[in-house]
């Protein structure tokens, strides 16, 4: 059965960087993309972009350009996600999640169809 | 970049059906059929019940459809049960800003 497990909970500082990782089991790896997505404490859910396993190809979320980077590892099956320049509106929950399928017709990997149990990120000074 | 546009509440007594709406543009939701549904239960991931507008992942309950009309999606859970209490996210893919977008989120209250 597919399975994305995630690195344990992060307390950073203002202006610190912050890395992620996520272990994806019961498939190809080297196949999909994994997405990260984010969810601040009672707030909705943002996505941050994502990752082609296979390629390194990515594409980030406009905002998030410049302070994010994305990388695999396909020896091990893990994706990583690192966050730099920390403010406290970066808290929330960090979320990868398996691409269900890249559709040629517009170069873009879509849906989300596994994801992992969440990582908390609390950035406080 | 914003969000899609759902209702921020949708109730229903169980056994009846209700409907989650998505608006979004044609750089999205009216322009592409790669809209997904998410279901999150508190404290929990979110999880795939619909993509490609309507298609279910293998071990969703067809209680669970989806349809869209212009730049409009929804959501319909038909047959309500208590465990369908949870939030709900419409997704899609916008092509102006090369990426991918959450709606608003919905609370479904069984009552």
């Known amino acids: 059965q597919v399975q994305l497990v995630q690195s344990g909970a992060e307390v950073k500082k203002p202006g610190a960087s912050v890395k992620v990782s996520c272990m994806a089991s019961?498939?190809?790896?080297?196949?999909?993309?994994i997405s990260w997505v984010r969810q601040a404490p009672g707030q909705g859910l943002e996505w941050m972009g994502w990752i082609s396993a296979y390629s390194g190809n990515t594409n980030y979320a406009q905002k998030f350009q410049g302070r994010v980077t994305m990388t695999t590892d396909t020896s091990t099956g893990t994706a990583y996600m690192e966050l730099r320049s920390l403010r406290s509106d970066d808290t929330a929950v960090y979320y990868c999640?398996?691409?269900?399928?890249?559709?040629?017709?517009?170069?873009?990997?879509?849906?989300?169809?596994?994801w992992g149990q969440g990582t908390l990120v609390t950035v406080s000074s | 970049q914003s969000a899609l546009t759902q209702p921020a509440s949708v109730s229903g007594s169980p056994g009846q059906s209700i409907t989650i709406s998505c608006t979004g543009t044609s750089s999205d939701v009216g322009g592409y059929n790669y809209v997904s549904w998410y279901q999150q239960h508190p404290g929990k991931a979110p999880k795939l019940m619909i993509y490609?507008?309507?298609k279910r992942p293998s071990g969703v309950s067809n209680r669970f459809s989806g349809s869209k009309s212009g730049n409009t999606a929804s959501l319909t859970i038909s047959g309500l049960q208590a465990e369908d209490e949870a939030d709900y996210y419409c997704?899609?893919?916008?092509?102006?800003?090369?990426?991918?977008?959450f709606g608003t989120g919905t609370k479904v209250t069984v009552l």
């Open positions: 997704s899609s893919y916008r092509s102006s800003s090369t990426s991918w977008v």
């Open positions: 999640a398996k691409g269900r399928y890249y559709d040629v017709l517009i170069g873009y990997w879509v849906h989300f169809d596994y």
């Open positions: 019961g498939y190809t790896f080297s196949n999909y993309a």
């Open positions: 490609d507008v309507s």
